[in-house]
């Protein structure tokens, strides 16, 4: 095997691959990062045996083979290298690192031990644009469970229909929901680990515009953009039905400035109690405010008055702030629209100009 390819293309290959890396103890080339020169170029190969991501690198061939290494340690030492062309070669079953001034080399594993990559033909694509599906990730991913043992909401749901993918994610908690515009959608529904998705918003680049091609069979899905390709496995489940638990109607409803809002939440909750996290929002429709309070026998007391627009009766409920504040800092407009019913019943957040975002927060019952 011999390679030859510019510091720049390979560093920014290795970035892509070499997260999911490095973190298993049980099998060691696990850890390693999957280097194969074929007449195409040089493809990068990473996995954890639950996702795969491949990079192609653009790159002189003069020697087909392939060759496994520590990626860490690759990914580290190319990204010191100056920014010139890089000989990559096998030598006495070693991989040999030459440029201009200097040759290193690192021990590593045959290629034939490395785990296989599922391969997912490539037919029905759905496209959609990267910076929705990276925006759009961001908004659902905070409301997903971080319980690995509840393996359905450890994920997010992603509902294919003809014209549109909706995206939602909970953890009992709390609820988001996202709609993004695709083309070519066919009709499915999959449970994607909140793992696979993590990696995905590392990789996806939200300022260059590009379009993300997915495709899926029953237990595998593909996501391909650029030079990258990520596969995963899907969760073999039922997510829960998620609508039952959307109010149809709200008691109570009110508009506000949502840079007033965020900084009186948390300077109130600095006197929450601790573990509780609790903070009471009264609406006044005679004042035209939302009136943020909590106290706290250890800390003191705390009230902020924040002017809104606030329609039906006067209300109140108390919320866990920290997750009432993940959804107010995934809401893209300068004003956001609070709704509720009673302290029994979820709130509900979504911004001023679209309906395509909602997040749904239960309330700490009193």
Not at 277 to 297: G, K, M, P, Y
Not at 344 to 362: A, C, E, F, R, W
Request: aromatic fraction near 6%; proline fraction near 3%; hydrophobic fraction near 40%.
């Amino acid at each position: 095997m011999k390679i030859i390819c510019t510091q720049e293309n390979l560093n920014k290959g290795l970035n892509l691959v070499s997260n999911i890396a490095n973190k298993n103890s049980n099998l060691l080339i696990l850890n390693n990062v999957l280097l194969r020169a074929d007449k195409d170029g040089l493809i990068l190969i990473t996995t954890d045996l639950e996702v795969g991501i491949k990079a192609f690198v653009r790159s002189k061939i003069e020697d087909p083979g392939a060759f496994t290494v520590d990626a860490k340690l690759l990914n580290n030492f190319i990204g010191l290298l100056p920014k010139e062309n890089i000989e990559l070669f096998l030598q006495d079953n070693d991989l040999s690192i030459k440029n201009k001034n200097q040759q290193t080399t690192i021990k590593g594993l045959e290629a034939e031990d490395f785990p296989l990559i599922p391969e997912i033909e490539k037919e029905n694509e759905l496209i959609i644009s990267s910076s929705d599906l990276k925006k759009s990730l961001g908004q659902v991913i905070t409301a997903a469970s971080t319980d690995s043992s509840r393996i359905e909401i450890n994920a997010v749901n992603f509902c294919f229909k003809k014209d549109q993918l909706i995206l939602a994610a909970t953890d009992s908690y709390r609820l988001a929901e996202k709609i993004i515009k695709i083309t070519n959608g066919q009709e499915a529904n999959l449970i994607i680990p909140l793992k696979t998705l993590q990696e995905l918003l590392k990789i996806l680049n939200e300022e260059e515009e590009q379009k993300v091609k997915v495709y899926f069979k029953e237990n595998q899905i593909l996501f391909t953009f650029n030079s990258v390709e990520l596969v995963s496995r899907v969760i073999d489940g039922k997510y829960p039905d998620y609508s039952q638990i959307i109010p149809e109607s709200f008691a109570t409803s009110a508009k506000c400035d949502l840079n007033k809002l965020v900084p009186a939440i948390k300077a109130v909750a600095l006197f929450c109690k601790q573990g509780i996290n609790d903070i009471r929002l009264s609406f006044d429709e005679h004042t035209q405010e939302i009136i943020v309070a909590t106290a706290s026998s250890n800390t003191g007391k705390s009230v902020a008055r924040v002017s809104a627009k606030v329609d039906g009766n006067n209300n109140e409920v108390v919320f866990n702030y920290r997750y009432l504040l993940d959804g107010l800092n995934h809401i893209k407009t300068s004003d956001v629209i609070l709704q509720i019913n009673n302290n029994s019943s979820p709130g509900l957040l979504k911004p001023t100009d679209s309906q395509n975002y909602i997040y749904l927060v239960m309330p700490i019952r009193q």
